[in-house]
């Protein structure tokens, strides 16, 4: 039975790396592309490298269950759940949870697990 709670240290590495990339992206890229949409590609890769480091758990169901994870916080900003959980004067959470539905946010997600994918197609 393989061993399903384990560190990676190589994941663990990427996903500090492209949290700081997202800081900078949020503090720095006030723009009308890199914040909204490469920050969201990004964000899905970081999320699964998160899980990664420490589940080893298969590619493909991660990848799926990040990207459903995805898409459900972004319906969830659709009905305002920062206001529906009385955080809407909290800046973090309404930077972490989001406050705007968007369609090109999920497309945005879903490029992030394709390019995922491709990634780690290539790596196997």
């Known amino acids: 039975m393989p061993k399903t709670l384990t560190f ?3 994941y663990f590495r990427v996903t ?3 949290f700081l990339i997202e800081v900078l992206i949020a503090l720095y890229a006030h723009d009308r592309i890199i914040r ?3 920050g969201d590609l990004i964000v899905v890769i970081l999320i699964y490298c998160f899980v990664k ?3 080893n758990t298969p590619v493909w169901p991660t990848a799926i269950g990040v990207l459903i994870f995805s898409y ?4 969830l900003q659709y009905f305002d759940l920062v206001a529906l959980l009385g955080l809407q004067d909290s800046k973090i959470a309404r930077i972490v949870i989001g406050t705007s539905f968007a369609w090109a946010d999920l497309l945005a997600y879903t490029v992030g697990i394709v390019i995922l994918l491709f990634f780690e197609r290539k790596k196997a």
């Open 53 to 55: 480091s420490f589940l």
């Open 8 to 10: 990676s240290p190589r």
């Open 16 to 18: 500090l790396f492209l």
């Open 72 to 75: 459900t916080i972004e319906v």
């Open 36 to 38: 909204p949409y490469i």
